[in-house]
């Protein structure tokens, strides 16, 4: 009979190749990852826009601030020192912080404010994530002007799931006061009306060719024919939805909030505050200038900022000196048309097979709004908001107020009473027609610190169903700590006996912000295995202040690896 031990040491042998191919791998991997030390300086310097110099918060000098570029697998220490006249805190948008919320960064929720003179080490580990996200601050309107881009690229040796470009243009688009922000809104604050409209949109801090003072320093971006290069887009914009486009040049989306998508070509991406979204752009137009544009979208019946950016692609090999092409202006949407909004969300599908979570164990409905609080004096100039209101907003009639004398996640951890309650109510404590014409007596919402309890590893479904009160308008909302999956939306109040069976369950968009279409409904769906106080809230930083947030604490798991870490020795005092 024939020996069976050639072929099984063979076979032995084989696996062994295998197994050390790889170990080696993943050691080599280990070997690759970088720790990236920072040190980010909170000042004022003198900034100038618009023919005026202000005195603007800034970080390490630059407006906007420096570029964060690691990869996937690397650490971050980046010790944030705060030599501004206010307190602050950063957050970096996107980044899961798993098992570690010290570092996420919004005041007040898991971590008190680093105060003037004082100064907090964020110690971050990047894990299985990659794309484009974004950084900025976490207190009050700071965000305005305190924020920059975090590049993620792959592992060294993992490539992107489609071509690879020639090279990586961050565009970030923001919003810029011809005043000091901080006193837009304490004076918004104070009379309980809107906040006054920003002035200009930037791309890159810069407002661009449309506005006064500023054509010299519009941003000129050289390209060469036939390249393809990636266009990494980010709105950091405080209170406004964009529209963005490039003249003459299709625009191929490939990710949005740091997720791939299967690919498609489009004219105008929109986003909302907050979002990102990276874009193919091919150089293959007749050489010469192509005007980079973005406007708002204004979904709300509310007033805005109507003016535009500008930046510019340039050809290398344009026409220069007195032959010089005046640049190609782009057609953009109209500011209120949310069929293009709603037509680009629709077609973004996740690149491969998404793991949704089939088997839901928390099913929420959050009703989020607009509210009103009524005065007792409506004549006082402190109520200056609709017929002598102050503005409120609110996610099932619950009007979110900040603690003050410790962080949410603090309390949570050390077991600490009286700074937040976990009483938040899974669905509207009252049910009405929410897109409708709704009774007067249910826009005064409640206002609270509330939170809602999740178990580890809870498969979750949460139905963001907006609402008429004041306004129907696009909210868009943002979850700390989390990538979520949108499984489906419409228009009109959810319905949950028709409208799950059109959801999407095998490709759709994971992102970790979200609009509400206005007047509708969106679902996401998510697994709850990040354990920590993790905040959810619109991404318009006037409705965050009118209290459209809340929180979710995710109780620990089983052992080490599925709890919080201890909090850092240096984590800020309130």
Known sequence: MK???????????????????????????LASAELHVREFVIEAKPVKRLCR????????????????????????????????????????????????????????????????GQSYTYRIKIEDQEGTLWWHAHSHWLRATVYGALIIYPRLGSPYPFSMPK???????????????????????????????????????????????????????????????QLRLINAALNQELFFTVANHPLTVVEVDSAYT???????????????????????????????????????????????????IEYVNAPSGQGQITPVFPVLPGFNDTATATAFVNRLRYWTRAPVPLEIDENLFFAVGLGLINCANPNSPRCQGPNGTRFAASMNNVSFVLPRTNSVMQ???????????????????????????????????????KAYKLKYKANVQIVLQDTSIVTPENHPM???GYQFYVVGSGFGNFDPK????????????ERNTIGTPPGGWVAIRF??????????????????????AMVFLVENGIGQLQSVQPPPLDLPRC
């Open 167 to 229: 090279r990586d243009i961050p565009i970030i688009l923001g919003e810029w006061w011809d005043r000091n922000p901080m006193d837009v809104l304490r004076l918004a604050q104070f009379t309980g009306a809107a906040p006054n409209v920003s002035d200009a949109y930037t791309i890159n801090g810069q407002p661009g060719d449309l506005y006064r003072c500023s054509k010299p320093e519009t941003l000129r971006f050289p390209i060469v024919p036939g390249e393809t290069v």
């Open 262 to 312: 299967k690919p498609f070509t489009t004219n105008v991406v929109m986003l909302g505050p907050g979002q990102t979204t990276n874009v193919l752009i091919t150089a293959n137009q007749r050489p010469g200038r192509y005007y980079i544009a973005a406007r708002a979208y204004n979904s709300a019946n509310a007033a805005f900022d109507n003016t535009t950016t500008t930046a510019i």
């Open 53 to 116: 110099t202000h005195q603007t918060i800034t970080v390490n000098g630059q407006f906007p601030g420096p570029t964060l570029e690691v990869r996937n697998g690397d650490s971050l220490a980046i010790t944030v020192i705060n030599k501004a006249r206010y307190n602050i805190s950063l957050h970096w948008h996107g980044l899961r912080q798993l098992r570690n919320p010290w570092a996420d960064g919004p005041e007040y929720i898991t971590q008190c404010p680093i105060q003037p």
């Open 527 to 548: 697994v709850a295995d990040n354990p920590g106080a993790w905040f959810m809230h619109c991404h318009i930083d006037s409705h965050l202040g009118w209290g459209l």
């Open 3 to 29: 020996s069976q031990y050639p072929t099984n040491l063979g076979r032995i042998y084989a696996l062994s190749i295998i197994f050390l191919l790889v170990c080696c791998t993943f050691l080599a991997s």
């Open 478 to 480: 943002h979850l700390h």
């Open 411 to 449: 309390a949570y951890y050390q077991g600490i009473p009286g700074i937040i309650t976990s009483d938040f109510p899974p669905v509207p404590p009252v049910q009405f027609d929410y897109t409708g014409n709704v009774s007067r007596g249910l826009w005064q919402p409640v206002k609270a610190t």
């Open 498 to 509: 028709r409208d799950p069976a059109s959801f999407n369950l095998f490709d759709p968009p």
